[in-house]
């Protein structure tokens, strides 16, 4: 878009890449905060971040029938990139 890494995050947001809107779309499930500072500052801690965020996650797939689990999977993923119509007034 600008030819420049600098403006990554310029980027990002016109294109609408961000963790808010992606779950707001949808398209993720869940937003991990990072330690201050970032990720790559305290990776112990952001990897007990991540762990808490799966065990949390698959806790709630305990007991899921496999077809259940299977036919959630893919209504969520038939539900990517659906939009609603809707007609101007004239």
């Not at 990072?34 to 112990?44: M, N, Q, Y």
Request: net charge positive; hydrophobic share 40%; aromatic share 4%.
């Amino acid at each position: 878009m600008w030819k420049t890494s600098e403006r990554a995050s310029d980027a990002a947001e016109a294109l609408g890449l961000t963790a808010n809107r992606l779950k707001a779309m949808g398209l993720i499930d869940k937003i991990i905060n990072e330690p201050l500072g970032g990720a790559h500052r305290d990776p112990k801690q952001m990897c007990a971040l991540v762990k808490r965020a799966l065990a949390d996650t698959l806790r709630q797939f305990q007991g899921m029938k496999t077809k259940e689990l299977l036919a959630n999977r893919h209504e969520k993923l038939m539900s990517y990139g659906k939009f609603k119509e809707t007609r101007v007034s004239e």
